[in-house]
């Protein structure tokens, strides 16, 4: 069991030794990984962070009432009463037209635009969540309310969310062909390295068969070759992901101050960085498996 | 220890290298296998290791049959021989200390232990001053030696040598001889493949002689 324990350990550490000795290979090989890597990792990221925000406002559509310019005050409360009293409507809050302007102004920083028009531009308004979320019935209520008289528009506030998660579960898709992709050509450059590897060792190789290695010591340290290998590659990966976010970032920051908001990419988190590591290691396992059995039985060693 | 019996060797393309060969070389016995190139002696000994199979007849090693061996037993079947190559097939790439090193890394020795055999088998063959030397500023002789030590580190019950003085002057090769005499004392079963008659005369060992793959005496 210890002489087992110490073997692995040898083999682990003959191969960071192995690695070590040609640190331009290697950090060619790692750059390549870590690229393929970090295509579909950065999606994924990116990908993730918009579904953050879309989900934010999926989660509980709205319709917004817009009354017709000019309606006298007293109609505009028949709509609210109307409203409160409608069986599909939970709760109905009135936006008058002078507070829009002035959160308009204050939100956005378009006070100087604001303050130089000369009449409000903005109706009033109603925000009307209902109590069925369900498509269908938000699109009846809307087809409804449009309706009733002066009122103006009636907006469905999460349609926009609702088409921003189908085009998302489109690009998710698009995300795991990508990942698959790119697994396949992980197992393609370690499967190469370890045949390159097989036969710069293959003097060694032959030697240790001779006198009584077995084909488990044999495989061994290739095998943590491509595991270690893959592991750096999804480090790689992981670290080109995060500086490309603290990028991204830094400009987008700058973008959306203009539009005065704050919006964030937030960086992979440690679960989702962990599996991209395991995975990594995975995948370079397997190339190197393959490439073993492959190039191992045609040395035809004895 | 190693039993021959109507052993037959035949490549692929008809060369038969042994003919009906029946031999039986007992524990502790020093056997010198001769003959003039290709008459048999290397394929004699591959046979004895494993590293091919018979065509015909049946070879037991340790009481194993080495035709009807799993391959995943050879490995184990071979850390009971010491093998010295007649190319030596030492590791360029490693110094003298690793090479010998080697066997009992695959032996998962433990590595005190391990670092202390290799020292004293180095020192046996009078290379200790040289274990961090690479095998290619080493003489041919040394080679040779570092070879032996590889050999013989991990202790085993049977060491065969093919052509161990091949490439060798004469004073060189005595040295190598007196090697083989000290391992023999201590009980382990010599099998040397050779045609140096200078050694066979100094040593006396059994000689079998090989002609065109068959036994002649």
Redesign the interface.
């Given at each position: 069991m210890?002489?087992?324990l110490?073997?692995h350990v040898?083999a682990f550490a003959g191969t960071l030794a192995r690695l070590a000795r040609t640190p331009v290979a290697t950090l060619l090989n790692v750059g390549v990984l870590g690229i393929a890597l970090a295509l579909p990792a950065g999606f994924y990221v990116v990908l993730a962070n918009i579904q953050g925000y879309a989900s934010a406002f999926a989660a509980d559509p709205r319709l917004s009432v817009f009354v017709k310019i000019g309606t006298p005050q007293k109609q505009t409360r028949d709509i609210e009463t109307r409203l409160q009293q409608h069986s599909a409507v939970r709760s109905v809050r009135y936006i008058p037209r002078d507070d829009a302007l002035k959160q308009l102004a204050e939100r956005t920083g378009l006070g100087d635009v604001a303050a130089s028009l000369a009449e409000n531009p903005l109706p009033d308004a109603f925000v009307v969540e209902p109590r069925d979320a369900a498509p269908q019935a938000l699109e009846r209520l809307r087809d409804e309310l449009r309706d009733w008289p002066n009122v103006a528009q009636v907006e469905l506030d999460a349609q926009w969310a609702r088409r921003l998660e189908a085009g998302l579960a489109l690009a998710r898709l698009a995300v795991l062909l990508l990942a698959a992709l790119f697994a396949f050509a992980l197992v393609a450059v370690t499967f190469n390295t370890i045949r390159l590897q097989i036969l710069t060792r293959r003097?060694?190789i032959?030697?240790?068969?001779?006198?009584?290695?077995?084909?488990p010591?044999i495989r061994r340290p290739l095998l943590y070759f491509g595991s270690l290998q893959g592991l750096a590659g999804g480090l790689a990966a992981w670290a080109i992901v995060a500086v490309s976010l603290c990028l991204m970032n830094d400009g987008l920051a700058a973008l959306s101050q203009l539009y005065g908001t704050r919006i964030e990419l937030q960086q992979l988190g440690i679960q989702d960085g962990l599996s991209l590591l395991f995975f990594a290691a995975v995948l370079g396992w397997l190339g190197a498996w393959l490439s073993v059995n492959q190039h191992l039985a045609r040395l035809d060693l004895? | 220890m190693i039993s021959f019996s109507k052993v037959w060797k035949r490549y692929p393309g008809g060369l038969e290298a042994l003919r009906n060969i029946t031999l039986a070389i007992e524990p502790g016995e020093m056997v010198f296998i001769t003959g003039h190139s290709g008459a048999g002696k290397s394929t004699f000994l591959k046979l004895a290791a494993a590293i091919e199979r018979p065509t015909g007849g049946s070879i037991i090693v340790n009481g194993q049959n080495i035709g009807a061996m799993r391959p995943g037993a050879v490995p184990y079947l071979r850390r009971n021989f010491g093998l010295v190559f007649q190319d030596q097939k030492l590791l360029f790439d490693r110094n003298a200390f690793d090479n010998v090193m080697l066997p009992l890394h695959i032996n998962g020795f433990d590595r005190r232990e391990a670092a202390r055999r290799v020292r004293a088998a180095l020192d046996k063959v009078g290379l200790l001053a040289k274990e961090k030397a690479l095998p290619i500023t080493l003489s041919g002789g040394e080679q040779q030696r570092l070879a032996i030590a590889r050999a013989v580190v991990h202790r085993p019950a049977i060491l065969l040598a093919d052509e161990p003085t091949g490439n060798l002057d004469a004073g060189h090769a005595t040295d190598i001889g007196e090697l083989f005499r000290s391992f023999h004392q201590v009980g382990v079963t010599v099998v040397i493949a050779t045609h140096d008659e200078a050694l066979a005369a100094r040593l006396q060992p059994r000689v079998v002689a090989l002609k065109s793959g068959a036994v002649v005496s």
């Open positions: 210890r002489a087992w110490w073997s040898d003097e060694e032959e030697v240790a068969k001779l006198i009584g290695a077995t084909d010591f004895h | -």
